[in-house]
DNA sequence: CCGATTTATATAACATGTTAAATATTAACC
DNA sequence: GGTTAATATTTAACATGTTATATAAATCGG
């Protein structure tokens, strides 16, 4: 209830500038917007507002249609390799995969070597789906392509790919640094 | 089981160079590897990684430090602006701040003018929260600067904030486009 | 061969994302 | 002025993210 409404205090963040990078006034914490995490997930919404809506109609998530593609990329997947290669953490994948395989689109087995080692792959019905939806989603990337430019696109995935790999090393990634 | 151990045809998917980005055999789907989402998202975990730990010594996730944070730009926010500037969804944030405010972190209050609207701001108990990580959450900035490159890191926002406008418009927004 | 450690996967518990629907309040229109 | 549409927020239901732990099987050491 009553607080006291100082509300011309509202405007003490200076509306940073798009080539501001270093947008700190003195003793102040950092401009908000300013946030590369903030700026990844903007950027990653944008993007994923174009492709949700298809994968929707299919009653697809974002993580079970990475999950589809990346089976089509081999023969045969460890559950591990799987969550590497599409970005999802194990717990989730276990869920999905339970989903996916439940709806036919994927199969599981066993290693006979190693029997905790599981056997994945995508089905007849699975690549159907993924025939189904890849011309779309092609289209999608076009539109994404012509809008923002082919060039600037390239420029972006590189420098994508090296602030992951940069910060993957030393300190940032996944490995027991205890 | 039994599925045939077809494992030769495993190299459909060649490897991609860093600089190729329209990586597309044939008629064949878009390298999996070249997803522009995956990349938002790997360059994204991979710059949390170094963040969150710092937030999780202090019992915050990522989004609540976000909501915190987007507090301290202004004296008091409705639910709305909150949503959009710290990039969290209504009901999500609904949730965040009924558990900031059981922690004492921020207060609720309604506007005389429209009882429908919240005031939300953070309490100074807040304020001592961010005051305490600030500090570290600015060295690890530091660290990713320094291991990126400040040039390159403007790029890079220069381009994310390009590509969310971009897509922001014609089809991709908010907006109701039935 | 047996116990301890590592590896591969799954579950549990809680927080958030996504979509849809409910609720409450205001604005609009006749 | 009263019904209807629009707005602000919440809740519900389900899927995923994050962390910790459990389970099972392989490996290592004695």
Redesign the pocket.
């Given at each position: 209830m009553g607080r006291p409404s100082r509300k011309a205090a509202a405007a003490i963040e200076p509306a940073a500038k798009p080539t501001e990078v270093t947008g700190q006034s003195a003793g102040e914490i950092r401009a908000f917007r300013r946030s590369l995490p903030m700026a990844l997930l903007k950027a990653r919404?944008a993007v994923?507002a174009r492709f949700?809506p298809l994968l929707?109609e299919h009653d697809l998530?974002e993580?079970?249609w990475r999950v589809l593609r990346a089976l089509t990329t081999a023969d045969e997947f460890?559950?591990?390799e799987l969550a590497r290669v599409s970005s999802?953490?194990?717990?989730?994948?276990?869920?999905?995969?339970?989903?996916l395989e439940k709806r036919g689109l994927i199969q599981r087995g066993i290693e006979d070597k190693?029997?905790?080692?599981?056997q994945i792959s995508i089905t007849p019905s699975g690549r159907d789906m993924i025939a189904l939806i890849a011309p779309h989603s092609e289209r999608r990337y076009a539109e994404i392509t012509a809008a923002f430019g082919a060039d600037r696109l390239a420029t972006l995935y590189g420098l994508l790919d090296e602030l992951a790999d940069c910060l993957g090393g030393p300190d940032g990634g996944d490995g027991d640094e205890e």
């Open positions: 919404e994923m949700r929707h998530t993580q079970q460890r559950a591990g999802i953490s194990m717990p989730s994948l276990s869920r999905i995969l339970r989903t190693d029997l905790r080692a599981a």
